[in-house]
Every structure is written in C-alpha cells, then in structure tokens.
C-alpha cells in the first residue's frame, strides 16, 4: 500500500451519495469528488441534488444527479440500476438522508414512529442492500453509513430518532460481517451537533445553540466538510484494514462526563 498521500485518492471511484442535495451529504459528494471520484448525487430533491452536481463539475470534477427516493423500493432499485448501467460499477455508498421529530415519547404517535423509522433505519437497509448486490458482483467497495451521537447519548425529544441511530450501527456491523466476504467493507459515521438543515430548529434558538456547542469538548458546532473527510478516509485505501467499526467525529461530546469543572 502507497504510504503517501494518494492512498487517499479515489480516482476512477464511482460514489454515490444518497441526500447529496444538503448538509453532510453535500459536503461529502464535494470531498469525493475532489480526491478524484465519480460522485453520483442521489437526492428526493433532484434540483438540489443537480446543483450539488453542477458546481462539481464546474471545479472539473465528474458528477450526475439521480432522483432517489429511499422510502420506496422501488426507486431505490430503479436508480441504483441506472448507475450500474451507466457507470458499469458502485465502489463507494454514503448515505445520510434522517429525519427527527422531536417529541416527547408519551406523546408520540403511530404515523410519527412510522415516519421516523421508515426513513432512518428502512430507507438506509434499502439503499444499501441494493448497492450492495451491485458491489458484490463487481469486486467490493466501502459502504459509509450516517449514525449519530445519539447512538449512544439520547435526551428528551429524541428517543425515536436515537433508536433509530442507534440500530444503524448494528445494521452496519452486521452487513460488514456478512459481506467481508465479497471485498465489501461498511462502517458507520457518528456525527456531533453539525450545522445542516436537520439542526436547523436549533439553530434558530441561540439558549439551545449555545448550550450545544459548550457541551462538547471543543465548544463548538462543526461544519458539514468536517464529516466529509472523515467520509473520505473511510471510503478509501486509507482504511482498508477497518470495517464493521463507528466512528465518532463529535468534537468531544461522548468524552465529556458532565457539565461540571472540578476545582482541582
């Protein structure tokens, strides 16, 4: 293996990057395509997602947009046939498409947890089954999973969300076992409080934002590139010898204990 810095490249790569249209998915198909893959743009939003797209290519880069909506099997299947046609080849899957209705759990309704958990937990066992069977047949790839602190810290408001969060890690630790087989490695992401549309609720309330950003250790929110290149890291050589792992770029958050400085 090179030792230098093209162990990170992915040239040639085909990566598709489901939810490319905003957020961490953005931020993630820009990072890819700059270390030199081609980087599918999937999104419900196909505007946004040809945006993301265009302004790849306009930094010339390579990248197209797909329509994906992973709610529906269908869809799913359809588009990732697509790329297979056209590209012959998936080597690289991110995919972070979540939503989060914070609600206390006593008030949670049927229609909310079916929502919650048809997009986190089933639209992410969908899209990756079906990349997956492609990856199979042509010789492996890495597959980047979007986790959460949540994962393993929940509070008020976020119970569903976190059990959502929280099996994504075990559906990526148990296709990482089921797949080592076929080259195929996955591992998932665990992000902290980041700035993207998902957090923009928070955002808005400057008590909220502020008591997020102190609670980790760096005392600050991230940014969306700040989860790309890790995203990168785990989609390339560099971490051939890693798989079925999670890995926490939180700035700190699940080492702090408390909120509380002791006078030492």
Partial sequence: MDNGTSVFRLDGKVALVVGAASGIGQAAAVALAQSGAIVVCADLNLGGAQATANRICLSGNKAAAVSLDITRVDSVNAGVKHIQAEHGRIDVLVTTPAINVRKRLLT?????????????????????????????????????????????????GQGVYAATKASLVQLSRGFAVELASKGIRVNALAPGVVETPLTEPIKKNAEWYAAYANRCALKRWATPEEMAWPIVFLASGASSYITGTVLFVDGGWTSVDGRFEPPL
């Fill in 108 to 156: 949670y309704s049927e229609e909310e947890l079916d929502r919650v958990v048809d997009l986190n937990l089933k639209g992410t066992f969908r899209v990756t089954k079906a990349v997956a069977q492609v990856m199979s047949e042509s010789g492996g790839g890495s597959i980047i999973l979007m986790s959460s602190i949540r994962s393993v810290l929940v509070e008020p």
